[in-house]
């Protein structure tokens, strides 16, 4: 029992020094930000000069910010259109590659290739794009008819914001793809064998067996889309940068601002703290939609 308990001492110390690393770059770049990031919200701390304790005042102030607000809400907007765009066409991706045939290794590579572009690149790349003098998308409109003159496309909101969430969607399709496909290829097949001699059709199978093993897995998809979509910074300050008139700034711009721009630290670090909030608000309600009944 002596030498059986020394055994499993020395397997749990070996199991702690494997997850201690884990855990120091966890604590290094997450946890002590997030506390210094609360202890700076109650302060007017400016980069230079003397600090300020002011409480609330912050927070205060922020939930009078009309900016602030409208900020919070164009993000809301902007993840509430784009994490349907991305499911959507993740989805249709995941059941396109889900098989063995010829070259289906090209088109998985082909579909996830944008995903390891760096969003600065994609974003300039899409704003030469879309460019009214020059840009490839208004000459091929203008020569097949669909329109007269070329559009400005990051001069209005109404036609930045569908041209951002059509180059995100192109760009990070392919990341919720990889999640979904894993998931399609964990079913086992002896369960659609099993189901085929039961009867069940392949649409009966799909909803039947498929959806509901999958839903874990699509939930997670989910979650990270909607996370990537309010954090949602280097597209639009890259194309659109915030315009006109900071229609088109997200939430984590406006903090970027404040922070970096005005020097607003404290104020900035407040912010961060709502949005902290609004993302756990966010994962909690999609966890209860997205979970399991019967568990």
């Not at 839903?215 to 597209?235: D, M, N, R, Y």
Request: glycine residues 4%.
């Amino acid at each position: 029992m002596k030498a059986k308990n020394k055994k499993k001492k020395r397997i749990t110390i070996k199991s702690y020094l494997f997850v201690i690393p884990a855990l120091m770059l966890n604590f290094v770049f997450f946890i002590l930000p997030f506390f210094q990031s609360l202890l700076m919200s109650f302060y007017d701390w400016p980069v230079l000069g003397e600090k300020t304790f002011i409480f609330l005042d912050n927070y205060v102030k922020l939930f009078q910010d009309g900016q602030f607000w409208h900020s919070l809400f164009f993000t809301l907007k902007y993840a509430l259109f784009v994490t349907p765009c991305l499911f959507i066409l993740a989805f249709a991706l995941a059941l396109l590659i889900n098989g063995a045939f010829a070259g289906v290794n090209l088109f998985r590579s082909l579909y996830f290739a944008p995903v390891v572009i760096s969003m600065t690149c994609c974003s300039m790349v899409w704003l030469w794009i879309y460019n009214d003098l020059y840009g490839v998308l208004n000459y091929i409109l203008e020569n097949t008819g669909i329109i007269d003159e070329p559009i400005l496309w990051m001069n209005s909101s109404e036609t930045s914001l569908p041209a951002v969430i059509f180059m995100v969607t192109w760009k990070m399709a392919g990341f919720s793809m990889l999640i979904i496909l894993a998931a399609f290829q964990s079913v086992d097949e002896e369960i659609y064998e099993a189901a085929s001699v039961d009867g069940a059709n392949k649409v009966t199978q799909f909803f039947r067996i498929t959806l509901p093993i999958i839903k874990p897995h699509a939930a997670l998809a989910l979650i990270l889309s909607v996370i990537g979509s309010v954090l949602a910074f280097e597209q639009f300050l890259i194309m659109t940068k915030g315009g006109p008139a900071q229609d088109t700034t997200t939430i984590v711009h406006y903090i970027y601002n404040t922070s970096f721009k005005y020097f607003k630290m404290g104020y900035g670090s407040a912010m961060t703290m709502v949005l902290l909030i609004v993302l756990g608000i966010l994962s909690y309600f999609e966890n209860r939609v997205l979970k399991d009944p019967t568990k």
